[in-house]
């Protein structure tokens, strides 16, 4: 009886997921007929949808933290104001502009904040109808979106605007959202392709893309809060919150109890995340000519894959300091467990009155390579007078949440436990008593054996 | 007889890697950084052909894109003509077969 009921629930679940990707979207006939006037029409049919997603960090890029050091708790933090080395600007300093011509008599737009759907003119966190009626809906739900106009451009007054496509064609034709739909954003944060975390959702690189899981399949969004975990350097959050252990993973999911004992001590992705990519260092003081003529950051860059995890003690509170933004935990408060975070440095300008992280407009240095002017410009708008800019160096650790390996690439027992091991048992804590134990083959040695004689 | 067989297969093993490693070292590789000039989508969609111009030297090199991602990012338009594009390619019987194709612009 129990197991007609699992099936049961499974089989609607499973027809419920089908539905989303085959059926036709019930209001397409409206949609033919009436055409696509923006979130309006939508809201004909799914009323307070619009005013619903203003309220979310893919509107308002900041919200208030309650993990992290030096923050207060009063304010809202997000992509909108914050300031770190990965990106040392934010949608307020680096706003979305024409950049002045370079030296071969070229502009182009940038800025942070064309990673948000809205259209420029209603902006990060803007409230209202017009902010209603500027989201980008079909950016998400249509399968028959034209990115070619979604670009920055000029409008008459001269503000400058996000295009979307507002078609008929792509309102007709809505589908469940994809990994592109959020890759549309995601893929190239940090300055570029999987430059920030450098995660790849390809059936060769990750266990679930491999049986065609979508990012929402993992982060189930609800009335468009989409739930995050407790990466240290992903601040503002919709107040959900996901892992590997939940409704998907039990803390005991293999059939093996040696494998199954760490789960207390080590996160499932220490052992199912041996490798990443992306940025590892940049320097903000110093930009690269390109030979198009423009400036960017300079940058060192992997492919996914080609970088090797940190691990440290995470109770998922968060150190924010001028020098670090990382984990904060111990091997003996209780709560911390072993994580593979990769290990970024940026290099940019502090002010040596504060000691703080001074940030950075990048239409200046973009075309003239002039970072200082960068940083006039941003203190500027943050009505900052008293600096005086000194370089210095910023670490930040990034956890690693996505590409998980084949499982047969997964950590196994000689990994950790052999001298030569990936984790730094002397700095994780563990005495040197201990960690002759740990490092005894003993431990491991027989269950390799066997594994071996049984594949010769 | 086990042991006897594997030793085959070792020496197979490292005959095919030889024979691969030394193909890939003759493959003339290639990359660029140049704007899309022209795009081409074959009919079955399986593949394309794209211009791009060498943003240094101005020259053009024309490029065949078979992945699937790619080929998809030019069906719904995420890159068009006009765009910038970091490319590295393999030089196979004539063609420029595209090994990586990205858009060198982000955010």
Redesign the interface.
Known sequence: MIKKIVFFTFAVSFAGVCYGQAAEHPGKEYILKNGYQGPKTCEVCHPGKAKEFIGTVHWTHASKVDNVDNVKPNEVYGMKNRNYTMCNGNDIVNNLKEVPANDKGKTKFSGCNSCHPGDHASDVGSTGPAAEAAIDCLLCHSVKYDFSKRKPMKRNDGVVIIGQDRSVEAAANLGRPSNKTCMTCHEAAGGGVYVKRGFEMTAAADAHAAKKMVCIDCHVVKNHRIPTGFDPNNWAHDGLRLSCVGSCHTEKPHKDAQIDNHSSKIACQTCHIPKTGGATAKDFTVWTKLDNGFYEPSTLKKEVNETTPIYAWYNQTVANRPDFIGPKGSRIDGKSKIYPFKVFQGKAYYNKKTGELLSMDFAPPSSTGDTLAGVASAAKILGIKEYEPVPGWQTIYFSSNHQVAPKKRALSCANCHAPNGILNFKELGYSNEEIKNLTNPELYFQRLLKKQIEEE | M?RVL?GVLVAAFMLVSVVMFSQTAQADEGKI?GTISKLVISADKKSATVVLKD??SGEDLTVLITDD?TL??FN???I?EGD?IRCKYEKDGGKNSSKMF??????
């Open positions: 086990k594997s950084v943003i240094k991602l998809d990012k719904d338009k995420r068009v910038e990205k858009k060198t612009a982000g955010c």
